[in-house]
T-cell receptor
Framework: DAGVIQSPRHEVTEMGQEVTLRCKPI?????LFWYRQTMMRGLELLIY????????DSGMPEDRFSAKMPNASFSTLKIQPSEPRDSAVYFC??????????FGQGTRLTVV | SQQGEEDPQALSIQEGENATMNCSYK?????LQWYRQNSGRGLVHLIL?????REKHSGRLRVTLDTSKKSSSLLITASRAADTASYFC????????????FGQGTRLTINP
C-alpha cells in the first residue's frame, strides 16, 4: 500500500476562494482523521470518520469548513470562503480500529 | 480539553545521552500513543501502550503508563543525531468512536 495520500501538497490561494483538500486513506482502514497544524495551536483534530460516518466535528472552526467521506477510499476537506488565518498544514490520517494512525504528508495551505 | 500535554516543550541533549519526555492527560483512555515528526513531514507512529499495560519497549524506546496519575513517559536511550525531531503523545478514548487527540509536542534536539 502507498500509505495515506493527500493532495495537493501545497496550495496557495487568495482570500475568499474555495479550497478543497483531498485524502485517500489506507485500504481497509475504518477510521479517518483530519488535523490542522500551526505553530500557535499545535495539532488540532478537526473531524473524524468511522466507517465513512462523521463522528465528531466539534473541532471544525467555523461553518466555512466542511468535510465529506463519500466512500471508504476518499475524503475531502473544503474551506469556503478561505481566510488568511486558515493558513496551516492540514493532515489526513487513517487507522484500523482506532489504533495506530498513519499520516499523509500533509497539505500546506497559504491564503493570501 | 482532553488533550495530552507534553513536558518539556523543548529538550536539548548530547548524542549518546538518554532523553525523557512526559505526557499528562485528563480523562480515561483506551490507549496512549507516541509519534515522531521530522520538520515539514507527517507524523510517524512509534509505539502504542494500552490502558492495562504499565511499560512497553521497542528498540531504544521505552514507554511507561501510569493511569492513576494520568501520565506517560517516553525514554529514548543512547540518543543519536537522527533522533532530532518533535515527539507527540496522543490519547485514544471512546467518544462515539475512538477519538485520537494529540498534545503540543516536545521538540528534541540531539547535539553531535
Amino acid at each position: 500500500d502507498a500509505g495515506v495520500i493527500q493532495s495537493p501538497r501545497h496550495e496557495v490561494t487568495e482570500m475568499g476562494q474555495e479550497v478543497t483538500l483531498r485524502c485517500k486513506p489506507i485500504s481497509g482502514h475504518d477510521y479517518l482523521f483530519w488535523y490542522r497544524q500551526t505553530m500557535m495551536r499545535g495539532l488540532e483534530l478537526l473531524i473524524y470518520f468511522n466507517n465513512n460516518v462523521p463522528i465528531d466535528d466539534s473541532g471544525m472552526p467555523e461553518d466555512r469548513f466542511s468535510a465529506k467521506m463519500p466512500n471508504a477510499s476518499f475524503s475531502t476537506l473544503k474551506i469556503q470562503p478561505s481566510e488568511p488565518r486558515d493558513s496551516a498544514v492540514y493532515f489526513c490520517a487513517s487507522s484500523l480500529g482506532g489504533e495506530s494512525a498513519f499520516f499523509g504528508q500533509g497539505t500546506r495551505l497559504t491564503v493570501v | 480539553s482532553q488533550q495530552g500535554e507534553e513536558d518539556p516543550q523543548a529538550l536539548s541533549i548530547q548524542e549518546g545521552e538518554n532523553a525523557t519526555m512526559n505526557c499528562s492527560y485528563k480523562t480515561s483512555i483506551n490507549n496512549l500513543q507516541w509519534y515522531r515528526q521530522n520538520s515539514g513531514r507527517g507524523l510517524v507512529h512509534l509505539i502504542l501502550i494500552r490502558s492495562n499495560e504499565r511499560e512497553k519497549h521497542s528498540g531504544r524506546l521505552r514507554v511507561t503508563l501510569d493511569t492513576s496519575k494520568k501520565s506517560s513517559s517516553l525514554l529514548i536511550t543512547a540518543s543519536r543525531a537522527a533522533d532530532t525531531a518533535s515527539y507527540f503523545c496522543a490519547t485514544s478514548f471512546v467518544q462515539g468512536a475512538q477519538k485520537l487527540v494529540f498534545g503540543q509536542g516536545t521538540r528534541l534536539t540531539i547535539n553531535p
